[in-house]
């Protein structure tokens, strides 16, 4: 089973940038569809952006659209997220997942297509 840590999270204020990484244990991000959730207290966890294991399409929630990118290094095994233009509505405690399934030709949505997650990582935006 791999194992996802995420990384980059921190205070930023409105308008700033971030960039979140997650590092998986052993090769993924090229055979599997990896994603970006969120959750923010309160709130159930949402689909942020994700990529297919090819990097041929990616895909991003309608909120953060224009603003962040998902994108992969193979040479790494790792993910980022690029938060651009970061609101206080960004604010949540961001994770990282790998698809339950190899070569999936569409981008997964839920929560539940996803088989192994990360520790999460705070993004807090200040107003």
């Known amino acids: 089973q791999v194992q996802l840590v995420e990384s980059g999270g921190g205070l930023v204020q409105t308008g700033g940038s971030l960039r979140l990484s997650c590092a998986a244990s052993?090769?993924?991000?090229?055979?599997?569809?990896m994603g970006w959730f969120r959750q923010a207290p309160g709130k159930g966890r949402e689909f942020v952006a994700g990529i297919r294991w090819d990097g041929g399409i990616r895909d991003y929630a309608d909120s953060v659209k224009g603003r962040f990118t998902i994108f992969r290094d193979n040479t790494k095994n790792t993910v980022y997220l690029q938060m651009n233009s970061v609101k206080p509505e960004d604010t949540a405690v961001y994770y990282c997942?790998?698809?339950?399934?190899?070569?999936?030709?569409?981008?997964?949505?839920?929560?539940?297509?996803?088989?192994?997650w990360g520790q999460g990582t705070q993004v807090t935006v200040s107003s």
């Open positions: 052993r090769r993924t991000v090229s055979v599997y569809a």
């Open positions: 997942a790998v698809d339950s399934r190899i070569h999936r030709a569409t981008i997964p949505l839920q929560a539940a297509d996803f088989g192994s």
